[in-house]
Each structure stands twice: as C-alpha cells, then as structure tokens.
C-alpha cells in the first residue's frame, strides 16, 4: 500500500469514527433531556396522585372534626376541599405541600391562591392512561356512600335530618352522638376502604407506567454509553494501527538500517554509486528516485571520466609534440 493509499484510507476511517462518535453523543444528549423529563412527569404525577389520596384522608379529617366541634370553619373547609379539587375554587400554590393543618390552626392561607383547575384537568396535562382513569372513576363512584354518611353526620349537627326523599329538612336537636357513632362506625370505615382500593390500585398503575418510561430511556442511555465506549476503543485501536503502519512504511524505510534511506544517502555522498535498491516491500516513492539519482550520478561520473581519459590523451600528445618540435 502507497503512502497516499495509507493517507486517504486513515483519513476515511478516523473521519467515520469521529462522525459516529459525535452522532452517538448527540443521541446520548437528548436521551438525556428525555430522561430528565420522564423523571419529572414522573414525579409531577405521583404530586397528582397523592393529593387525590390526601385530599379524601382530609375530608375525613374535616368532616370527624366538624362533628365533634361543631365549628363552621371545618365544615367550610371540607367543602373547600372538594371545589379545589373539582377546580371550582383557585388552586393554591405549591398545593402538594402542608396546606390544611396550618389553615386549621390559624385561619391564614399558608400560600397564595393560584389558578382554577380541576385535579382531573391535571392528571390529563400529565398524560395519565384510560385505564388509570377508570381506577378513579371506580374510586368516585364508590365514595357516593361515604359522602352519604359525612353528610347525614354533619346535618346531624345542625339538627337538621333526611326527610325521606334525599333532603336534610327535617329540623331537630343536633345529634352529636350520632354524628360521631356514623363517623367512626365500621360502616364507614367499609366505605372509606371501597374508595381507597381502586386508588391504590390507581397508584399500582401509575407507578408501572412511569417507572416503566424512565426504565426505557436509562436503558437507552446505557446502550449509548456502549456505543460510545466502543467507538472509542476503535478509535485508540486504529491509533494503534496507524503508528504501527506509520513506523513500517515510513519511518523505519528513513531510519539508519542498512537499505533504508539515510543509509542509501550516506553511501552516494561517500562516492560509492554500486549499491542496488532491493524490493524490500517497504519501498516509497523516494527509493526509486534514489535509484534514478544513483544510476544519472554513475553516467554523469562515467562521461566526467571519458572525459578526463580524452584530455589526458590529448596532453600527452601536445607534450609529445612539443618535445618533438624542441629536438627538432
């Protein structure tokens, strides 16, 4: 193989090696960006799907608490809690953080209102499935029975009670008793349980999917990783290949061996034109035109020599003539 051969073909390989290599980094960047946002979708969905959880375990809260108190200010927030949640009322800020508990103790929002928006409008920004969504709608439909008792038991307080028909008309003395019996009863413990089953399996869902997302893109990213490692462990070994290739056709034949280069130079500078260029598979373009040198230095010698040869003979004859002509 010619040094220009060599030249085009390294050129070709490294230019190849390095594109890949740049191709699999650009690849290995955006699997990146796409890790990082299927972690906080993520993230952001599990936010979602624990307020829903939280937000039923506060109105248990609210409603026991408003039946042993009687204080309108939790019987307001447990109807509070239901409008943020159906997006009738602003959605406060930074929601999945402690809200109530420090509502409950002062009176003060512990952070500013948002913007109004059902948490189911969320959940579908965030890309849950139909089949997460049937879980929920499963959930709501069994919490009917729940909210029957909450709401038997907190008119109960007022005194007020079902008149038969679905209607709290019916005006008494308030009932504590039976407000705290209902809250705290087996029954509705069994009701809290039918709305948390589905939620939980809602959870189960959630977090296959979503850890199934990100599973896919860290795979991803560790398959880029391979490539790249493997594009450059090409790349040292054609390093390797080219200083080893470099060192036979070119720097060896310039060394001081024998039939190399320099010693071939050293040889004519000295005057000695019989040296023969031998094939020795590493030859380069400047051993034959060391030859060429070799084989015009010898002819320029050879005719400087006939040369010298015919003015001698002609010296030697003028000098012959010239005695002559003095004898004469």
Not at 134 to 152: F, P, R, W, Y
Not at 157 to 183: I, N, W
Request: with cysteine; proline share 2%; hydrophobic share 40%.
């Amino acid at each position: 193989m010619t040094i220009k051969r060599l030249l085009i073909l390294s050129s070709i390989i490294m230019l190849t090696l390095l594109m890949s290599f740049g191709v699999v980094a650009y690849l290995m960047l955006i699997n990146q960006k796409d890790l990082v946002k299927s972690s906080e979708i993520r993230y952001q969905s599990y936010l979602l799907a624990d307020e829903l959880r939280q937000s039923s375990d506060d109105l248990t809260r609210l409603a026991r608490t408003y039946v042993i108190s009687n204080d309108a200010r939790y019987e307001q927030q447990y109807w509070d809690v239901l409008a943020i949640r159906n997006g009738e009322k602003p959605r406060p800020q930074n929601y999945e953080r402690i809200y109530w508990d420090f509502l409950a103790a002062d009176g003060n929002k512990p952070t500013p209102d948002g913007q109004s928006i059902s948490l189911q409008n969320l959940m579908k920004q965030m890309g849950f499935s139909d089949q997460e969504f049937a879980k929920l709608k499963e959930a709501q439909a069994n919490s009917d029975g729940l909210v029957k008792i909450e709401t038997i038991a907190m008119n109960a307080v007022k005194g007020q009670f079902d008149d038969g028909q679905g209607k709290f008309t019916k005006k008494g003395d308030p009932d504590f008793e039976l407000a705290s019996k209902l809250m705290h009863s087996q029954e509705y413990h069994v009701e809290k349980a039918k709305i948390m089953k589905p939620i939980n399996e809602f959870f189960a869902q959630l977090d296959h999917r979503t850890q199934s997302k990100v599973n896919y893109y860290e795979g991803l990213g560790n398959a880029y990783f391979t490539m790249a490692f493997l594009l450059m462990a090409g790349l040292m070994a054609f390093v390797v290949w080219f200083y080893w290739i470099f060192n036979l056709k070119v720097r060896l034949p310039l060394g001081g061996e024998p039939t190399t280069m320099v010693a071939i130079t050293n040889q004519i500078a000295s005057g000695d034109l019989s040296m023969k260029l031998m094939n020795t598979g590493k030859e380069i373009g400047m051993y034959a035109a060391l030859g060429t040198m070799s084989e015009k230095l010898k002819e320029m010698v050879g005719k400087v020599n006939e040369s010298t040869s015919q003015v001698n003979s002609a010296a030697c004859e003028i000098a012959q003539g010239s005695a002559d002509l003095s004898q004469r």
